[in-house]
């Protein structure tokens, strides 16, 4: 007897559309908390930012529902159009959008702004899905990987033109999708070294070893530069012969090196520190020639690259927006600059801990009342979360949205195929990008760059960005329920 197949609302993954609909209402909370007035008490009127968001989660419900009428074969032979129609939106705003707060990302309709960055990073996982989904795609060849990352950077770049650098910033979070796909761990690794070079070098470039005329920044990123080559070269090569090489030449004439500088005569020792990084180099892409193994020659180009990035470093912080330059000596710690670059994440800090461990309660919030966070209820909603609901609410939101990105890696391992899954993990790795970078700028530990938290941050363009990946994704889910059943 034939099975009849199983409607699609049947095949829905309602738990995540419970999750979905609690964070919507849990920020929508929040956004009155932080943006009420008690001289003009209406949540719901247009003229408020709580009646607009309320607008915003009404019409996200809507394009919820329509989108799980739309089947998943449309985007396999759309992606590519969606995703070129996406890139000319985000070149025509560079040159059509009004200045806003020092960027061009925000185009005016009507009485209402969309933010086309927000809506890109849908057509990007879906192009990203349906090249990974080929037959023929290979990760590990050079001509696949290279597409890959350029169609990712594509957007990045025009969306860095607009001066949008936090949300350019977000489609790093695609190469944890690449990973779990088969990219080597050594590309996160090596983002990982770069930003661990750049800390380094930016902190402690200007200051002087006691001990001679040598850089701390410079010394300090040279030798991490050997060390990271060798610990690569051993994890990825396996060779210890020769690990044990590197580590005797390199590290050996560095101990001698200092012993010379300290007990005898002081001298610049990082120029003879890269002349031998540039000799390790040199011995990896020996070793690839005699060993027949790439592998060495990618440590050979890790090496010449994590010795000369210190030298970039200064280049890049100059060219960085005053602003973003003073965002970084703050979290850094290289300035102090509580009333400028400084004052959101103290007085979100403030707001956090005035809340204790049950918060003030709803509207009830003195810090965001009186308005000493600003931002508070876009790219700083999480204080008033802090505030008015305490310890408890605050460990709340986060433990709902663990269970969110928990329940989205599970429906991105069951997909029946690549594209599916690699869809599925774009999804993960960009909220999970944004939850982390959000909830961390806010409590200090990462550069403010002005990423919203999904489903509570105020704003249109976020809200219907944030849903269309999702849905799409629960569609593409709700699918294979559906072919399972014929």
Request: hydrophobic content about 50%; glycine content about 10%; overall charge neutral.
């Amino acid at each position: 007897m034939e099975q009849k197949p199983k409607s699609i609302f049947k095949s829905i993954d309602w738990i995540t559309i419970l999750l979905y609909v609690i964070l919507i209402v849990w920020g929508w909370f929040s956004v009155c908390g932080a943006c009420y007035d008690f001289s003009h008490p209406d949540l719901f009127g247009w003229e408020t930012n709580s009646g607009k968001q309320l607008v915003w989660a009404g019409t996200s419900f809507v394009l919820a529902s329509l989108l799980m009428f739309v089947e998943k074969r449309f985007y396999e032979s759309s992606a590519y159009f969606i995703y070129a129609a996406i890139l000319l939106l985000l070149l025509v705003t560079i040159f059509i959008a009004p200045d806003t707060k020092g960027s061009r990302s925000w185009l005016p309709i009507g009485s209402v702004k969309i933010q086309p960055a927000e809506f890109a990073k849908f057509a990007v996982a879906l192009a990203l899905s349906k090249f990974m989904g080929q037959y023929e795609f290979k990760m590990r060849r050079t001509r696949d990987f290279a597409i890959v990352v350029g169609m990712i950077f594509l957007p990045m770049l025009l969306i860095i033109a607009q001066k949008e650098t936090g949300s350019a910033l977000v489609y790093f979070a695609f190469f944890l999708m690449l990973y779990r796909e088969g990219m080597t761990g050594s590309m996160l690794l090596t983002g990982f070294f770069t930003v661990v070079y750049f800390v380094v070098g930016i902190s402690y470039g200007d200051v002087q070893m006691s001990f001679q005329p040598v850089s701390v920044g410079e010394f300090t990123v040279l030798l991490l530069a050997m060390v990271f080559t060798i610990g690569m070269t051993y994890a990825y090569c396996g060779n210890w012969q020769d690990v044990k090489a590197m580590a005797s030449v390199g590290l050996g004439t560095v101990g001698l090196l200092l012993f010379f500088a300290f007990y005898v005569i002081p001298f610049n020792l990082c120029r003879i520190m890269l002349a031998v990084n540039i000799l390790l180099a040199l011995y990896l892409f020996g070793c690839s020639i005699y060993h027949k193994m790439h592998k060495y020659a990618l440590m050979g180009v890790f090496c010449l690259f994590s010795t000369g990035f210190y030298y970039l470093c200064d280049t890049i912080f100059d060219h960085l927006e005053p602003h973003q330059q003073v965002r970084i000596e703050v979290l850094l710690g290289m300035t102090d600059d509580p009333r400028g670059a400084g004052y959101n994440v103290n007085q979100a800090k403030i707001a956090i801990g005035s809340g204790g461990l049950t918060g003030k309660g709803f509207l009830n919030g003195t810090q965001t009342k009186l308005k000493y966070v600003p931002e508070q209820h876009t790219d700083f909603i999480f204080c008033t979360v802090g505030e008015e609901e305490g310890f408890i609410g605050s460990v709340g939101v986060l433990l709902t949205y663990l269970l969110f990105i928990w329940r989205l890696i599970a429906l991105a391992e069951r997909q029946p195929d690549v594209s599916g899954r690699v869809y599925g993990y774009s999804v993960v790795s960009i909220f999970t990008f944004h939850l982390f970078i959000n909830i961390g700028m806010v409590l200090g530990v990462t550069p403010v760059i002005g990423i919203p938290l999904p489903f509570f941050s105020y704003g249109g363009s976020s809200l219907w960005g944030f849903t269309l990946l999702l849905f799409i994704f629960l569609r593409m889910d709700a699918e294979r329920n559906l072919k399972k059943a014929n």
